[in-house]
């Protein structure tokens, strides 16, 4: 640490992303992305033109990525705001309508970068507890003297809140802002877009990383009134105006415009989690059902942090969390089928081993 560094900033807790090794392929399935390409529609898209582009500054209001994105959920470029990814949008809100010191509501359970995002700007968080089936009650948020940032479907868990209910959440609310991130909606098919531009203190996030295959460019956007939207674009030009490059602009208006593909993606994603699910329930997982495109489950035969060691030899990496209510669980991340084909393969192995070793263990006592 630098005698640099300010006081507010000495003991903050950076966000860790799912591991990303290179020495050798992996089937990655830890952070729930894909080894789906982008839309064919991206790779036309980004063309010589568009480095010969690259001498100019790229369009800082963004204007013809906004209206691509407006014209495809239905709604007006001014609701529209589009940003270097969903963890940028969300720092957008969180710059642009919280002060340090105001308070934040989200799950205990839920996306961990909430916890980092509340300690960079100093809010004074509260993280409520999840039921013990993991669900979220919409009740427990109902009399809350603080904003509120749900992720929907949730992550780790995939769990969704009915959109009935955020409905009614910030209906009874009208003073406090409800932040919806709504990351993997494309999996689950239940959205609240046309609530945010209905309703002045809702906010939709999404993102191009998961259901777009898209992680490496880093798009994501809001949805919301268009005082919100306008409010976030005085930040963002306060602070980086050209937060999105012209290439990745391209890009973005290319995926959006291409909703066959989205579709024949998340459907085939879709598929694949039904059957990993059942397949993992046949050998005896615990799996929560899951909305989003990675399951959350435990074998009572194998601890998961041993299970997620074994399966990184076996060059599959998936996602383990050390925290106290999660650490019984692992995340994976929904692939192809062959990529799910070899994991059920790996899973099946590890478990043999397991047994094998325990039955070895009580022929040795008798
Ligand atoms: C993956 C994820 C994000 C991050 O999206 P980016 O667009 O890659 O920043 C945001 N929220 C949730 C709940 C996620 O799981």
Same mark, same amino acid.
């Given at each position: 640490?630098?005698?640099?560094?300010?006081?507010?900033?000495?003991?903050?807790?950076?966000?860790?992303?799912?591991?990303?090794?290179?020495?050798?392929?992996?089937?990655?399935?830890?952070?729930?992305?894909?080894?789906?390409?982008?839309?064919?529609?991206?790779?036309?898209?980004?063309?010589?033109?568009?480095?010969?582009?690259?001498?100019?500054?790229?369009?800082?209001?963004?204007?013809?990525?906004?209206?691509?994105?407006?014209?495809?959920?239905?709604?007006?470029?001014?609701?529209?705001?589009?940003?270097?990814?969903?963890?940028?949008?969300?720092?957008?809100?969180?710059?642009?309508?919280?002060?340090?010191?105001?308070?934040?509501?989200?799950?205990?359970?839920?996306?961990?970068?909430?916890?980092?995002?509340?300690?960079?700007?100093?809010?004074?968080?509260?993280?409520?507890?999840?039921?013990?089936?993991?669900?979220?009650?919409?009740?427990? %948020?109902?009399? $809350?003297?603080?904003?509120?940032? +749900?992720?929907?479907?949730? =992550?780790?868990? !995939?769990?969704? @809140?009915?959109? #009935?209910?955020?409905?009614?959440?910030?209906?009874?609310?009208?003073?406090?802002?409800?932040?919806?991130?709504?990351?993997?909606?494309?999996?689950?098919?239940?959205?609240?877009?046309?609530?945010?531009?209905? %309703?002045?203190? $809702?906010?939709?996030?999404?993102? +191009?990383?998961?259901?777009? =295959?898209?992680? !490496?460019?880093? @798009?994501?956007? #809001?949805?919301?009134?268009?005082?919100?939207?306008?409010?976030?674009?005085?930040?963002?030009?306060?602070?980086?105006?050209?937060?999105?490059?012209?290439?990745?602009?391209?890009?973005?208006?290319?995926?959006?415009?291409?909703?066959?593909?989205?579709?024949?993606?998340?459907?085939?994603?879709?598929?694949?989690?039904?059957?990993?699910?059942?397949?993992?329930?046949?050998?005896?997982?615990?799996?929560?059902?899951?909305?989003?495109?990675?399951?959350?489950?435990?074998?009572?035969?194998?601890?998961?942090?041993?299970?997620?060691?074994?399966?990184?030899?076996?060059?599959?990496?998936?996602?383990?969390?050390?925290?106290?209510?999660?650490?019984?669980?692992?995340?994976?991340?929904?692939?192809?089928?062959?990529?799910?084909?070899?994991?059920?393969?790996?899973?099946?192995?590890?478990?043999?081993?397991?047994?094998?070793?325990?039955?070895?263990?009580?022929?040795?006592?008798?």
């Amino acid at each position: 640490m630098s005698i640099f560094l300010v006081d507010e900033y000495k003991d903050m807790e950076p966000y860790v992303p799912g591991e990303q090794p290179k020495d050798k392929p992996y089937i990655k399935l830890n952070a729930n992305e894909t080894s789906m390409p982008p839309s064919p529609k991206v790779f036309e898209a980004i063309s010589k033109s568009e480095i010969w582009n690259m001498s100019y500054y790229s369009d800082p209001h963004c204007h013809e990525f906004r209206r691509a994105v407006a014209e495809i959920y239905h709604v007006k470029e001014e609701e529209v705001f589009v940003g270097n990814g969903a963890d940028e949008v969300l720092s957008f809100v969180l710059m642009s309508f919280f002060r340090r010191g105001m308070k934040i509501y989200f799950p205990d359970i839920t996306y961990g970068f909430y916890r980092t995002y509340a300690k960079t700007y100093g809010l004074d968080m509260e993280e409520i507890p999840v039921k013990d089936d993991f669900s979220i009650d919409i009740n427990d %948020y109902m009399e $809350l003297d603080g904003d509120i940032i +749900f992720a929907n479907p949730n =992550n780790p868990t !995939g769990l969704t @809140i009915p959109t #009935a209910d955020i409905e009614r959440l910030v209906k009874r609310n009208p003073n406090r802002m409800v932040i919806v991130d709504e990351a993997y909606a494309d999996y689950s098919g239940e959205t609240c877009l046309p609530l945010a531009v209905k %309703y002045p203190n $809702l906010v939709v996030v999404r993102t +191009f990383s998961k259901s777009r =295959n898209m992680a !490496g460019a880093h @798009i994501g956007f #809001a949805v919301s009134s268009r005082d919100i939207i306008e409010d976030m674009n005085k930040i963002k030009f306060s602070f980086n105006p050209f937060n999105l490059n012209s290439v990745t602009m391209a890009a973005g208006i290319a995926a959006v415009k291409d909703v066959d593909y989205l579709h024949n993606c998340v459907t085939r994603i879709v598929k694949n989690r039904e059957n990993f699910q059942k397949e993992l329930e046949s050998i005896g997982f615990h799996v929560i059902p899951s909305k989003a495109n990675f399951v959350f489950c435990y074998h009572d035969a194998i601890d998961s942090g041993i299970l997620c060691e074994k399966l990184k030899e076996e060059g599959i990496l998936t996602r383990h969390f050390a925290d106290e209510k999660l650490t019984k669980y692992l995340r994976i991340t929904i692939g192809t089928e062959q990529e799910m084909d070899v994991v059920l393969i790996a899973i099946r192995e590890i478990l043999d081993e397991v047994r094998q070793k325990q039955s070895v263990k009580e022929k040795k006592a008798c």
